[in-house]
């Protein structure tokens, strides 16, 4: 047994020591998942100007991060479809805790943090029916799982938190299986949607598309201050079809769908990979790797710019306008034109960028 005195002290002293913050992990702006030329995987921290903070490996190849709202902590999850996902400490390197996802689930590949940072909530497929599953994990009881709620959707990828904990999560629609690899096995009957969950699962929202767009995948988001969200979509018909990859959307009204001229729409190859606003949520982009394209758009106007950049995909919010990564180690800054930012030799930056 402790002596009560030296318990006491034990209290006291934990609560006397320092909390670090992502000031001390070199106050990045930006996490990105990439590769170097040597094939290694990593997870960098990139600064306002481009400078690299820091450079952690990866254990296999990496696809976007969740980053604790104020511990220099993030989660890495593994390129669906995964089974794990690493809890890193950026200030050390050091991998804390290795997330598994239960028998009979996967992730896909995002995550996002409630309840000031406390819990972590993973998007998850339930292998056997297909259904959506949002994973519950305590990071004071070290990452213990404590629970799932129902995503209200197939497939569902990136995932989104309020100030005031509600989920949005984007239900992709496409049932896959470990067994099949990424194959998708449902596009006939595909029903994507935007989900507005409540912590306890309570399905508070939700927007579906009219049917002659039930193909176009809702996979990636972001939220603008006022609470606007965005949804970047991948269209799984003819990849001619110039259908519409983004959506605006806010709480209790329909949707909205922008798109550019012909010509650039079909240029985007049915294919959105990342979304962002700016800070002043004035303007939103996606981005096109498959096109070698970003789509600027006002919010107001609906007003569009388009911007060629080879193997573009990351995309986050930057102090001015917004910042974007590429296939061929490039980081750079998207105002009227695209400005270089960085440079990073024999790196690939993988599909997002993730803003603190």
């Given at each position: 047994?402790?002596?009560?005195?030296?318990?006491?002290?034990?209290?006291?002293?934990a609560?006397?020591?320092?909390?670090?913050?992502?000031?001390?992990?070199g106050?990045?702006?930006?996490?990105g998942?990439?590769?170097?030329?040597?094939?290694?995987?990593?997870?960098?921290?990139?600064?306002?100007?481009?400078?690299?903070?820091?450079?952690?490996?990866l254990p296999?190849?990496?696809?976007a991060?969740?980053?604790?709202?104020?511990?220099?902590?993030?989660?890495?999850?593994?390129?669906?479809?995964?089974?794990?996902?690493?809890?890193?400490?950026?200030?050390?390197?050091a991998?804390?805790?290795?997330?598994?996802?239960?028998?009979?689930?996967?992730?896909?590949?995002?995550?996002?943090?409630i309840?000031?940072?406390?819990?972590?909530?993973?998007?998850?497929n339930?292998?056997?029916?297909?259904?959506?599953?949002?994973?519950?994990?305590?990071?004071?009881r070290?990452?213990?799982?404590?629970?799932?709620?129902?995503?209200?959707?197939?497939?569902?990828?990136?995932?989104?938190?309020?100030?005031?904990?509600?989920?949005i999560v984007?239900?992709?629609?496409?049932?896959?299986?470990?067994?099949?690899?990424r194959?998708?096995?449902?596009?006939?009957?595909?029903?994507?949607?935007?989900?507005?969950?409540?912590?306890?699962?309570?399905?508070?929202?939700?927007v579906?598309?009219?049917?002659?767009?039930?193909?176009?995948?809702?996979?990636?988001?972001?939220r603008?201050?006022?609470?606007?969200?965005?949804?970047?979509?991948?269209?799984?018909?003819?990849v001619?079809?110039?259908?519409?990859?983004?959506?605006?959307h806010?709480?209790?009204?329909?949707p909205?769908?922008?798109?550019?001229?012909?010509?650039?729409?079909?240029?985007?190859?049915?294919?959105?990979?990342?979304?962002?606003?700016s800070?002043?949520?004035?303007?939103?982009?996606?981005?096109?790797?498959?096109?070698?394209?970003?789509?600027?758009?006002?919010?107001?106007?609906?007003?569009?710019?388009?911007?060629?950049?080879?193997?573009?995909?990351?995309?986050?919010p930057?102090?001015?306008?917004?910042?974007?990564?590429?296939?061929l180690?490039?980081?750079?800054?998207?105002?009227t034109?695209?400005?270089p930012?960085?440079?990073f030799?024999?790196l690939?930056?993988?599909?997002?960028?993730?803003?603190?």
């Amino acid at each position: 047994m402790i002596p009560r005195r030296a318990f006491l002290g034990s209290l006291l002293a934990a609560a006397s020591a320092p909390r670090l913050s992502w000031a001390d992990a070199g106050d990045p702006a930006w996490l990105g998942a990439a590769r170097d030329s040597s094939g290694a995987y990593l997870l960098i921290g990139l600064a306002q100007d481009g400078a690299e903070r820091f450079r952690i490996p990866l254990p296999t190849r990496g696809h976007a991060a969740a980053a604790h709202p104020t511990a220099p902590e993030a989660v890495a999850f593994a390129r669906r479809p995964g089974a794990f996902a690493l809890v890193i400490d950026c200030v050390s390197g050091a991998v804390t805790h290795r997330l598994q996802s239960p028998q009979g689930r996967h992730f896909y590949g995002h995550g996002a943090f409630i309840a000031g940072g406390d819990i972590l909530c993973t998007t998850e497929n339930e292998i056997e029916s297909g259904a959506g599953r949002i994973g519950l994990w305590s990071r004071k009881r070290g990452y213990e799982r404590i629970g799932e709620i129902a995503s209200h959707g197939i497939g569902p990828h990136e995932i989104l938190s309020t100030p005031d904990d509600v989920l949005i999560v984007a239900n992709g629609g496409i049932r896959t299986h470990p067994d099949h690899g990424r194959d998708k096995l449902n596009v006939p009957e595909m029903r994507p949607s935007l989900a507005y969950v409540a912590p306890d699962g309570t399905l508070l929202e939700e927007v579906v598309l009219e049917e002659d767009l039930h193909l176009n995948s809702i996979r990636h988001l972001a939220r603008a201050a006022d609470g606007t969200v965005a949804f970047a979509m991948q269209w799984q018909g003819d990849v001619s079809d110039p259908v519409p990859l983004l959506g605006l959307h806010k709480r209790g009204a329909a949707p909205r769908l922008l798109s550019a001229d012909l010509a650039e729409q079909m240029a985007m190859q049915g294919y959105a990979g990342s979304v962002a606003f700016s800070r002043t949520g004035a303007d939103v982009a996606i981005t096109s790797p498959r096109g070698g394209r970003v789509h600027r758009f006002n919010v107001g106007s609906d007003a569009v710019q388009s911007l060629t950049r080879a193997d573009v995909c990351g995309l986050a919010p930057a102090a001015r306008g917004l910042v974007a990564t590429d296939g061929l180690g490039g980081v750079i800054r998207l105002s009227t034109s695209v400005e270089p930012l960085a440079s990073f030799s024999g790196l690939s930056w993988d599909n997002h960028l993730v803003a603190l």
